[in-house]
T-cell receptor, first 113, second 112 residues
Framework: EPEVTQTPSHQVTQMGQEVILRCVPISNHLYFYWYRQILGQKVEFLVSFYNNEISEKSEIFDDQFSVERPDGSNFTLKIRSTKLEDSAMYFC???????????FGPGTRLTVL | KQEVTQIPAALSVPEGENLVLNCSFTDSAIYNLQWFRQDPGKGLTSLLLIQSSQREQTSGRLNASLDKSSGRSTLYIAASQPGDSATYLCAGIIQGAQKLVFGQGTRLTITP
């Protein structure tokens, strides 16, 4: 069965540094998402992306965050200047269209020191 | 604003028992509801999706139901096994939106 993949599995960075988290969604999917889960807390929506633009974003997704689909397969989340509170598991997801089943990747654990 | 709540936060049952996990949501305009399994430190595995026109879905020993009028969904696990031990999350989408709103999960432990 096709899967969403994410790299790296774990990223450690210093506060203030830029990080890029990478995802390869399922190939025929059209909608792409980023979610995050701070340790011990709920999974939170960050952003959805369709037709090469952001279609919905949360209050968390401020100017420090950006997303990009640089080619036909990758989907990236960039955090420009990381903060301690950005430490979390970041999940990428994709779906064939908006409402139906969303498929999640294994996550990237981001640790900001 | 859609809120999703799961009670209890943790549940421990002996192997072989049938059990029910509960999920409640505040917005009856919920469009889809998806149940996930999460193992410690791992990603989210989709278990069942109930679309707005459906009332329940079944996959193997799992059955999920959706009652939009009462704002509730349940996940029924039959003949539980130690391998079912994990955190179970429900998440809903309201009509017109794309984002999933997650509950905090129920941590299930099946004791041999």
């Amino acid at each position: 069965e096709p899967e969403v993949t994410q790299t790296p599995s774990h990223q450690v960075t210093q506060m203030g540094q830029e990080v890029i988290l990478r995802c390869v969604p399922i190939s025929n999917h059209l909608y792409f998402y980023w979610y995050r889960q701070i340790l011990g807390q709920k999974v939170e929506f960050l952003v959805s992306f369709y037709n090469n633009e952001i279609s919905e974003k949360s209050e968390i997704f401020d100017d420090q965050f950006s997303v990009e689909r640089p080619d036909g397969s990758n989907f990236t989340l960039k955090i420009r200047s990381t903060k301690l509170e950005d430490s979390a598991m970041y999940f990428c997801a994709s779906s064939e269209s908006g409402p139906p089943r969303k498929y999640f990747g294994p996550g990237t654990r981001l640790t900001v020191l | 604003k859609q809120e999703v709540t799961q009670i209890p936060a943790a549940l421990s049952v002996p192997e072989g028992e049938n059990l029910v996990l509960n999920c409640s949501f505040t917005d009856s305009a919920i469009y889809n509801l998806q149940w996930f399994r999460q193992d410690p430190g791992k990603g989210l595995t989709s278990l069942l999706l109930i679309q707005s026109s459906q009332r329940e879905q079944t996959s193997g020993r799992l059955n999920a139901s959706l009652d939009k009028s009462s704002g509730r969904s349940t996940l029924y696990i039959a003949a539980s096994q130690p391998g079912d031990s994990a955190t179970y999350l429900c998440a809903g989408i309201i009509q017109g939106a794309q984002k999933l709103v997650f509950g905090q999960g129920t941590r299930l432990t099946i004791t041999p």
